[in-house]
């Protein structure tokens, strides 16, 4: 029998180096300076937005898997392919929203929003997410700013919310880099024969198709005509044209919109082909391109029959997304630097714990009058602590030492001059605020924004509860 080796006295433990964790392909960290980007654009949509009468919703994260099969169609590559499909521990089946317009259309039906005045508008700004190969400017998680006008359907709606997107990526400094293009698909009607115009059309020619596309001739034979493949387009260019299928009533209604869109001196071009990858629309369809990143910034049109489809009274609407990440390349590409406000402007040095205890109160009071100001920290030297102050680009340090705490003084340097001066520590915090350039100052009192007033009813809270 082989011996057994006589166990080691003390087992050397080996740390092993972890290999750091990855973020999921396709999905980025928002960072700070991407934040200053989305914070401009998120000022610019709220204020187009409240000016307009929009009012902000968040629908869920996680939404029953049909609202979206049922919305956006089997057939699309939304569903068909790129939905992260969730199961809880109970079995239920959901998936992660790949876009907004479908959760707004069941939030309305549900809140019973049919009874507010129409239309009704609402905005959201958001994150969605798509199982889709990722590429530049195609993220898994993505973020739209959105806009949705339910209850009416007049040319006047399409043309305000088209007008108003205009807007906004004007606002963005965008707006000379994209090509408005616009189409009518006509009725549920006229799709549903064109539709079958072209599946008589495909029939019989299959084999001049990609394989993975064969099956579109019956599923969404529309998704046909806006394909990459090169047979394929060469097929979609002899195949019949939507526009011989458009009813005269939706054609009336899309000069109309375009008449609208020339009186409020907005840019178009019209492309009869465009159909756009969801099922919902109707009569107006819409995109913003940007030819130099190759991508669409954002889209839109009619969905009339969506809010019946999805079990609610028949209620035409009419919407729009738009791309925050891509409209950040856009703006990148126009070398537009957004703000960064989110800076450290006074940075407070101490040194010894009397002197610690003064400086974190101080700190408290200039945050407290709208300063932007760190410090306090750590038992570095005196030396370490104003490196830190620079490397954090702070216009001033407040310095606490231990003799200047004992008579009663304070020193507050000019980082970028390198001069410094001596005050008494009581009038520190005043003294360096007056040299501040009031811009700085940071200040908002929630108190203006939160009153008591007797007709908010907490029971409210518990019916959402239920
Ligand atoms: P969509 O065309 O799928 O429409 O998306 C709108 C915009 O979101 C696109 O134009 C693009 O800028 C951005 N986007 C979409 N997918 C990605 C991605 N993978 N990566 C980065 N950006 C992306 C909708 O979602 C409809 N719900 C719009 C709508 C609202 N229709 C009516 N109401």
Known sequence: MPKKAAPKKAETVEKVKMEPLQSPRGMHDVLPEQHAYFTVIKKVVRHRARQAGFRR????????????????GEGTDIVDKEMYNVVTQ??????????????????????????????????????????DRPQFGRER?????????????????????????NNIFKDLKIGHRLRLEINTIGDAED?????????????????????????????????????????????????????????????EYHEKVLELLQALDVEFV?????????????????????????????????????????????????????????????????KLLAPEKDTVDVFVAQLGWEP????????????????????AIGKSSMKAQLEKADRFDALYALILGEVEVREGKAIIRDMHAGKQEIVPIEK???????????ALIDRYDPSEDLEKDERVDPADELKIAD
Do not use: W
């Open 270 to 334: 019209s492309n009869p082909k465009l159909v756009r990858g969801l099922d919902y629309y109707n009569r107006t369809v819409f995109e913003f391109v940007d030819d130099d990143l190759g991508l669409s910034l954002g889209g839109g049109g009619r969905y009339d029959g969506l809010i019946e489809l999805l079990g609610g009274e028949p209620t035409p609407a009419f919407g729009f997304a738009g791309g925050m990440d891509r409209s950040v390349l856009a703006m990148k590409r126009e």
């Open 90 to 131: 109970s079995g239920t089946q959901l998936v992660m929203r790949p876009e907004g317009t479908a959760g707004v259309c069941r939030a309305y039906i549900q809140n019973g929003m049919k009874q507010m005045p129409k239309p009704v508008e609402l905005y959201y700004i958001e994150s969605f997410f798509r199982h």
């Open 191 to 251: 799709r549903r024969k064109y539709e079958d115009a072209l599946r008589d059309f495909y029939t019989g020619k299959e084999r001049s198709l990609p394989a993975e596309l064969r099956h579109l001739i019956e599923k969404n034979p529309l998704r046909l005509l806006d394909q990459k493949d090169e047979d394929a387009q060469i097929l979609a260019g002899l195949a019949p044209k939507f526009e011989q299928f458009i009813s005269p009533e939706a054609r």
């Open 141 to 165: 998680q993505l973020n739209q700013f959105g806009f949705e006008v339910l209850g009416e359907q007049d040319p006047a709606i399409d043309a305000q919310l088209i007008f108003l997107a």
């Open 57 to 72: 919703i968040t629908t869920p994260v996680l939404e029953d898997k049909s609202l979206f099969v049922r919305g956006i």
């Open 356 to 375: 610690k205890k003064i400086a974190i109160k101080m700190l408290a009071e200039l945050r407290d009058r709208g300063v932007h100001a760190m410090g």
């Open 428 to 438: 520190a915090v005043e003294k360096v605020i007056k040299k501040l350039d009031p």
